[in-house]
């Protein structure tokens, strides 16, 4: 039988993946931040209230990265 070692949750995103979300904060660097099922994912060109469609365009541990496909 394997074991492994988990490193935290496993992300409810995948690269490609398209979501409708709404912009709830904004990062330091400018972002706007959503979330989906939790898991943070920053979309650039934003801001706090936007309602936008996003594709994921990069997946880390943490965070996703979505760019806007339309508002």
Not at 30 to 42: C, K, M, P, S, T
Not at 45 to 62: E, H, L, Q, Y
Request: no cysteine; charged share 35%.
């Amino acid at each position: 039988m394997e074991y492994r070692e988990r490193r935290g949750p496993i992300s409810p995103v995948n690269v490609g993946d398209v979501y409708d979300v709404k912009i709830e904060d904004v990062g330091r660097e400018g972002d706007g931040i959503a979330r989906v099922e939790g898991f943070v994912v920053f979309v650039p060109n934003t801001k706090k209230g936007d309602n936008v469609r996003v594709r994921i365009s990069k997946v880390s541990r943490r965070v996703g990265f979505g760019e806007v496909i339309s508002e």
